[in-house]
Nanobody, 123 residues
Framework: QVQLMESGGGSVQAGGSLRLSCAAS????????MGWFRQAPGKEREWVGH????????YYADSVKGRFTISQNNAKNTLYLQMNSLKYEDTAMYYC????????????????WGQGTQVTVSS
């Protein structure tokens, strides 16, 4: 089992920045992938990006590419999402996720989820 807890959400004006953190505990060594999803009211959960731990390669949704950066500390127990140039449409609940096998945009591939942290961007 892997436990995930997000922090760092809040309210920011458009064009601003926020850094989200996700503290992982438990069987983190079994997690080949760690990533971020988001969900706005009335919308489906949307993949933001992820890091494939064996290679440290990162992947991003087109909507955030160039603005968001995912990183992970060497012990794999903290995942970060640096969000710059925030837009109103980035407003959502942001979730950290961990996966043991497949990584990607399909939320069903991910086994573990945090409770989420709210990001609100005002225009």
């Amino acid at each position: 089992q892997v436990q995930l807890m997000e922090s760092g959400g809040g309210s920011v004006q458009a064009g601003g920045s926020l850094r989200l953190s996700c503290a992982a505990s438990g069987a983190t060594a079994s997690s080949a992938c760690m990533g971020w999803f988001r969900q706005a009211p009335g919308k489906e959960r949307e993949w933001v990006g992820h890091i494939y731990s064996p290679t440290a390669r990162t992947y991003y949704a087109d909507s955030v590419k160039g603005r968001f950066t995912i990183s992970q500390n060497n012990a794999k127990n903290t995942l970060y999402l640096q969000m710059n140039s925030l837009k109103y449409e980035d407003t959502a609940m942001y979730y950290c996720a961990a996966g043991t096998s497949f990584c990607g945009a399909n939320a069903g591939w991910w086994q573990y989820w945090g409770q989420g942290t709210q990001v609100t961007v005002s225009s």
